[in-house]
Every structure is written in C-alpha cells, then in structure tokens.
T-cell receptor
Framework: DTEVTQTPKHLVMGMTNKKSLKCEQH?????MYWYKQKAKKPPELMFV???????INESVPSRFSPECPNSSLLNLHLHALQPEDSALYLC??????????????FGSGTRLTVV | GDSVTQMEGPVTLSEEACLTI???????????LFWYVQYPGEGLQLLLK?????DKGSNKGFEATYRKETTSFHLEKGSVQVSDSAVYFC??????????????FGKGTLLTVNP
C-alpha cells in the first residue's frame, strides 16, 4: 500500500458545525502532515506529527485541532470555522527524517467549503 | 530562511513542444529538491527528486538536474502531451536551520498543453 487516503473528499459545513477530516497511511511512515491549499496557491504547512507527537504547529488558529491516535492515522478536528477557511486540505506522510531524501506522499485532499 | 522561486506562468504549449520551467532556491543547509505535479481536482504527486549536487531526477520523460553552483533545479521535457497539463511545484526539504522535515514550495506553474 503506497497511498495516503483522505476522507471525506468533499465537505460542506456551517460556521457552527463540528466536523473531522481523516487521513490514513499504511506505509510505516512516522511523520504526518496537514497542509492547507487555497486556489492557485502552493500548499501551506499547518501541523507536523513525528512519531505521533506534535512537533510543529505553524501558528494555526485553535479552531483547527489535530490529533494523531496512532502511527497510521491523523485527524483534523474543525470547529467554528470561518468562510475564509474554505480550501483544499491535504494530508501527507514521510519516512521521518528520510522525507528529506525520499519525498512526501500526499493524499488527494478534502475540499472544504464553509458556509 | 529557505525559499523557492519558480516561473509562475501560465505556460501554454502545443503538443510535442519542449518544456522548461525554471526553479531556483535559497537554503541554509544542503537541501533535497523535488518537483511535484498537481492535476486538476487532485492532490500532489511526486514527479521527481534529487538529493545531492549534479544528481538528475527523471520520471515520465521529465528531467531536472540539481545545480548547486547556480542553486537551480529546472524542469525539462522534450515533447509534452495534452495529459501533462497540470500545475507544477518546485520544492525543497532542508533539515538545516531547524526546518525539521518541512517542505518549502514555489508558487507553482500552470502548464496547459493544446492538441
């Protein structure tokens, strides 16, 4: 299995809703990432988990809450989002430090619309 | 800090034309370099990579050579196809300067290939 699987593919939520994005990989990768991508822009890093511990939080608002229940799963909990949070949310994984050499595997993303 | 500069385009070519997308970088350490491709409505796919000076990455007819003296990693293809239409991102990963596995992206180049 050489994929990163993200669910759902599309999500529409109101500003008062609570929802979660899910990401799963079975490649044995020990680093997992959340990126946010607005239209016609490059991905922006949000969070990095290394060996199931949060190692980087790029000053993301608290309405985004990451969780790494185990080495294969990564969640992003969403609460009280704003319309400007509408974007493509990408999950990625890498073989820890060797992501430096081997690259990162991205999922196909969740397209989020906040209404 | 680390940065990647790539020609923003858009680039429009006819089928079988030659492609070059320029990419230059600045980094505090000794980075690995990547090209990612994003097809419409999809996530990012690793196209090719190079981890040290003079390495040539290649895949699907695309090539890029890691040039440390000019800090460049230009993407080339001798004959493009309609199916190559996508957004191309140059990126680097640098473990120096506390970057801690982060990928730094260029702004992306939209390529459209017409039949």
């Amino acid at each position: 299995d050489t994929e990163v699987t993200q669910t759902p593919k599309h999500l529409v939520m109101g500003m008062t809703n609570k929802k979660s994005l899910k990401c799963e990989q079975h490649m044995g990768h020990r680093a997992m990432y959340w990126y946010k991508q607005k239209a016609k822009k490059p991905p922006e890093l949000m969070f990095v988990y290394s060996y199931e511990k949060l190692s980087i939080n790029e000053s993301v608002p608290s309405r985004f809450s990451p969780e790494c229940p185990n080495s294969s799963l990564l969640n992003l909990h969403l609460h009280a989002l704003q319309p400007e949070d509408s974007a493509l949310y990408l999950c990625a994984s890498s073989q820890g430090r060797t992501g430096y050499n081997y690259g990162y595997t991205f999922g196909s993303g969740t397209r989020l619309t906040v209404v | 800090g680390d940065s990647v500069t790539q020609m923003e385009g858009p680039v429009t070519l006819s089928e079988e034309a030659c492609l070059t997308i320029n990419c230059t970088y600045t980094a505090t350490g000794y980075p690995s370099l990547f090209w990612y491709v994003q097809y419409p409505g999809e996530g990012l796919q690793l196209l090719l990579k190079a981890t040290k000076a003079d390495d040539k990455g290649s895949n699907k007819g695309f090539e890029a050579t890691y040039r440390k003296e000019t800090t460049s990693f230009h993407l080339e293809k001798g004959s493009v196809q309609v199916s190559d239409s996508a957004v191309y991102f140059c990126a680097l990963s640098d473990v120096g300067g506390g970057s801690n596995y982060k990928l730094t992206f260029g702004k992306g180049t939209l390529l459209t290939v017409n039949p």
